[in-house]
C-alpha cells in the first residue's frame, strides 16, 4: 500500500516533479547541435565535401581515432566539410556496424 499524502505533500511532489522535468529539457536542450559552418564547402587540400562513404569509413575507424585524438590536434573524430546528411548517416551506420552491428549481436549469443 501507498502511504496517503497530505495535499502538501502532493504539491511538493508535483513540484519537485516539475523541477527535474525542467531541468532535464535544459540539460536537453545545452547538448543540441549547432550548424556547422563547413557544411559543403571544400576541405583542407581542395577535396569535395565527404560525403556517404566516408561517413561510413570515418564512423567504422571512430575508436582508433578517438584514441589518437586524444594525443593530437591534428586528428579529429568527426569531419565538419561533409555534404551534411548523408555524411551524418553514414557515420552513424559505421558506428553502429562497429558497436551495434555484427560484433555487438555475436556478444549477445555468447
Known amino acids: 500500500m501507498e502511504p496517503v499524502l497530505s495535499p502538501r505533500g502532493r504539491r511538493a511532489r508535483r513540484a519537485a516533479t516539475v523541477v527535474l522535468a ?3 529539457l535544459v540539460l536537453l536542450a545545452a547538448c543540441a547541435a549547432g550548424p556547422n559552418p563547413g557544411v ?3 576541405a583542407i587540400g581542395g577535396q ?3 560525403g556517404f562513404w566516408w561517413g561510413l569509413w ?5 575508436p582508433v581515432t578517438f584514441f589518437v585524438s586524444l594525443f593530437t590536434d591534428s586528428v579529429s573524430i568527426y569531419e565538419v ?4 546528411n548523408w555524411y551524418d ?3 552513424v551506420i559505421g558506428i553502429s556496424l562497429v558497436f551495434g552491428g555484427p560484433l555487438g549481436a555475436r556478444r549477445a549469443r555468447h
Open 58 to 62: 570515418q564512423g567504422m575507424i571512430l
Open 48 to 50: 569535395g565535401p565527404y
Open 22 to 24: 525542467v531541468g532535464a
Open 40 to 42: 559543403d564547402t571544400s
Open 89 to 91: 548517416v553514414g557515420y
Open 81 to 84: 566539410h561533409n555534404n551534411g
